[in-house]
């Protein structure tokens, strides 16, 4: 009986579970930030700066401010001169943003911002800011940047610093080895391409409290950087995210906040700014545009035994979240083989270019990209399939960090590989990429593969902390109020199920407030694949505190102890007798009236280990050799992620990475000409992969419980995203015996490595 009722306690572990507010979303009920209007609302727009690097020796505003319905015009001139890091996080020193600044240090850098009765008032006043520039040398390439003659675009030099990591002896490998290869690996800038743009609303009222409405993935961390901008306690500053249209990273930096809240602080009204799809690419966040150059060193039989990255990531003109995104990727390097020798070196490099930032995988599918793509290179010169390459390579559950001997946790990418291997049917799509190939034909198959690995938190690098306040209603209702902001990732959805599934309270009974900082305990953030590991954690752990309360107060109503007592359906049951139950309106009333107290409980769980998640990709792609078209044709992903918590929003995670991950290979990259400018700032010039170009997608799990996983479960979110350009990468040189070791694979560059194919793939 005991076994039954936790059988039953537990049926929204598993099950196929629409996001929380899904029916809101698809009704287009649900108010989006610039769906918002308050009370005697102000519209801001934006002037962006023309030049890559200039002092800005004037800027007239007298025309804008003289134009009726203009409320302010804001500039260097007349806002707070505080340095501060829009990325928000702690770890991240480097504090080069102001919210205006005498100097640009990009076309797309900020000047100055108007505040009007209406948004084409705003738009008009705008145009009439003059700007005189004395404009100074600039980078658009990092390498050009990191030299020691390059002109400094913030004090200290444009090399922010230089991370190194390292395990082993690499040079006793370098020797030891039967071979050694070294190639050299580029991967673009690429746009976020949120559906929602950025958009911001801050309101400052009568007695000094500060609001921001804010579709952030980090409103405590936004809360801190406003506190800090404007000298207020955090108990002035309040960050709401009401709801979020798509974030994948580029959310994450406070952008646009610090400036609605200068305008409304000048004005005592509040602002709105969203930005057009323009602003938005030139002006936000991008991935990091990286050189890689990887250096291998491996066995007659394929055992790799030393690796040395070295990482050029470009900052852009801020740093943002560079340093972190080198210190994370590099992390990874020492986590998916089993090499001995290893030397990590990173290098955050500041140039005139829109500002990088944390982006779906936080770097680690351009170091993904380089090491698989060596991966095939190495298979190909020993003459072995890869697979067997990467059987014999992975790490195994109970191997550990070269660096510091801490294990990997359950790790199973092996086991994702053969079960790919199945699913993808390897062997038969191998005969048919062989065949292409002896007919000429001019349609070749290709097949590829990439392992990827990715982390569920910051355990180690910081605290990772999460909290949960769950209240009981009077009719047995449940309200959550949790610090994230569910992005379409599912993260609210997954911890309302394991609230369900301990409690025993329905899904439609219960209800939730999320992302503010008033009602809402601290969160680190939504982001770094934290979601389900730490904040399904948070709620497993307040839901467990919760159903401990909800059997005491049963207890003393029913007469019988609270461990034989079980929570299913609304209820508390007697273990022995589905006959002798309370309702948990029952068990509300009897508290308030008996006791005299609210059921309520908050907890904060504080993650105490670094789980991974692996995930093997495999790509089959048709290439025209006339036109150098690439055509994917099936995409195979298996993911090791413990246990699936939802099927539903894991799949829709591991569709969208590959959606994500298939324009990042074949189609998309930021175009900057050499004045600086991005020439493909509109979706019809920047080419995102659509819905009519996908593959047929099959996708399978290996489900191993993961220790200290809510129900042995970790995260999807990224590491779905950060094997897929290299598969597809490894699949178009197979098709065509070629080497091509930069993205994107547009046609043009198919046809360039066609032209000098025969080397070494």
């Known amino acids: ?112 911002a108007v505040a009007a009765d209406t948004l084409e008032i705003a738009e008009k006043a705008a145009k009439l800011i003059k700007v005189e520039y004395q404009e100074l040398p600039f980078y658009l390439d990092a390498e050009l940047a990191m030299k020691d003659d390059a002109f400094p675009i913030h004090a200290g030099g444009n090399v922010a610093e230089t991370v190194c990591m390292n395990a082993g002896d690499v040079e006793k490998g370098w020797t030891e080895a039967d071979h050694v290869l070294e190639y050299t690996y580029k991967l673009p800038a690429v746009h976020h391409g949120a559906m929602e743009p950025h958009t911001a609303i801050a309101d400052y009222d009568a007695s000094g409290k500060l609001t921001v409405y804010s579709p952030s993935q980090d409103i405590f961390g936004c809360r801190a950087n406003l506190s800090r901008i404007f000298s207020l306690p955090m108990s002035k500053v309040r960050v709401v995210n009401p709801c979020i249209g798509g974030g994948f990273g580029g959310k994450i930096d406070a952008i646009l906040e610090p400036i609605v809240a200068q305008l409304a602080m000048m004005t005592l009204r509040p602002v709105k700014m969203t930005l057009n799809r323009r602003e938005e690419i030139i002006s936000t966040r991008t991935r990091h545009a990286m050189t890689i150059n990887l250096k291998t060193a491996f066995m007659n039989d394929g055992r790799i035994v030393a690796e040395q990255m070295t990482m050029i990531a470009n900052a852009g003109a801020y740093s943002a979240g560079t340093s972190s995104v080198v210190w994370a990727s590099g992390g990874k390097f020492f986590k998916k083989h089993k090499t001995p020798h290893l030397r990590f070196t990173g290098y955050p490099v500041f140039t005139n270019t829109p500002v990088a930032g944390a982006m779906r995988g936080f770097g680690s599918p351009q170091r993904c990209f380089a090491q698989e793509r060596q991966m095939n290179r190495i298979a190909k010169k020993l003459n072995m399939s890869v697979l067997d390459l990467q059987l014999m390579n992975l790490v195994d559950i109970g191997d550990c960090d070269a660096r510091n001997q801490v294990a990997h946790g359950r790790a199973f990418p092996k086991e994702a590989v053969l079960r790919g291997k199945v699913l993808f049917d390897w062997e038969e799509n191998l005969r048919e990429m062989k065949r292409s190939q002896e007919d000429n034909s001019r349609f070749r198959i290709g097949i590829g593969m990439a392992v990827g690995v990715h982390g569920n938190g910051v355990y180690g690098v910081m605290p990772d902390t999460s909290g949960i306040i769950l209240k009981l209603n ?61 904040g399904g954690n948070a709620a497993l752990k307040a839901a467990e505190h919760l159903s401990d309360e909800l059997k005491r107060e049963a207890a003393e109503i029913l007469n019988i102890n609270a461990d034989e007592i079980v929570l299913e359906n609304g209820a508390a049951v007697w273990k022995d007798s589905r006959e002798r139950f309370t309702t948990l309106a029952d068990i509300a009333l009897h508290a308030k009236s008996v006791n005299q107290r609210d059921i309520c409980v908050s907890d904060t769980f504080a993650s105490q280990n670094l789980a991974l998640s692996y995930g093997a990709h495999f790509c089959k792609v048709s290439v025209d050799t006339e036109t150098g078209i690439v055509k994917p044709l099936l995409f ?114 198919v046809l360039e490595a066609i032209k000098f194919r025969g080397l070494s793939g």
């Open 1 to 112: 009986m005991e076994s039954k009722a936790r059988q039953e306690k537990n049926t929204e572990i598993g099950h196929r579970t629409p996001l929380y507010d899904a029916p809101l979303k698809a009704s287009g009920v649900i108010r989006y930030v610039d769906d918002m209007k308050l009370p005697r609302m102000l519209y801001a727009k934006m002037v962006w700066s023309t030049v890559p690097h200039a002092i800005i020796k004037s800027i007239d505003t007298e025309e804008a401010e003289k134009m009726p319905g203009v409320r302010a015009v804001c500039t260097w001139k007349n806002c707070r001169q505080v340095s501060y890091n829009s990325c928000g996080e702690d770890i991240d020193k480097f504090l080069t943003e102001r919210i205006f600044d005498q100097r640009v240090r990009f076309v797309g850098d900020r000047m100055a």
């Open 474 to 534: 009077e009719d047995g209702s449940l309200t959550v109020f949790t610090g994230y902001s569910d992005m379409g990732n599912g993260t609210v959805t997954t911890q309302l199920q394991i609230i369900s599934a301990v409690s025993g309270i329905p899904l439609n009974r219960i209800a939730c407030v999320t992302a503010d900082t008033e009602t809402t305990m601290w969160d680190l953030g939504n982001y770094s694949s934290r979601g389900t590991f730490v």
């Open 636 to 749: 195979v992903a298996v993911h090791d992620l413990g246990k699936v918590i939802n099927p539903m929003q894991t799949e829709g995670q591991i569709e969208g990475a590959i959606q994500m991950g298939l324009g990042y290979a074949l189609s998309e990259a930021l175009q900057i000409n050499e004045e600086g400018k991005i020439t493909n700032a509109i979706l019809k010039k920047y080419k995102m992969f659509h819905a009519a170009e996908m593959p047929e997608i099959r996708i399978a799990y290996v489900e191993n419980s993961e220790v200290g996983g809510p129900f042995g479960a970790k995260s999807i979110g990224e590491c779905s995203a950060v094997p897929v350009a290299a598969a597809v990468a490894n699949a178009v040189c197979n098709a065509l015996d070629a080497s091509i070791d930069r993205l994107p694979l547009t046609p043009d560059l």
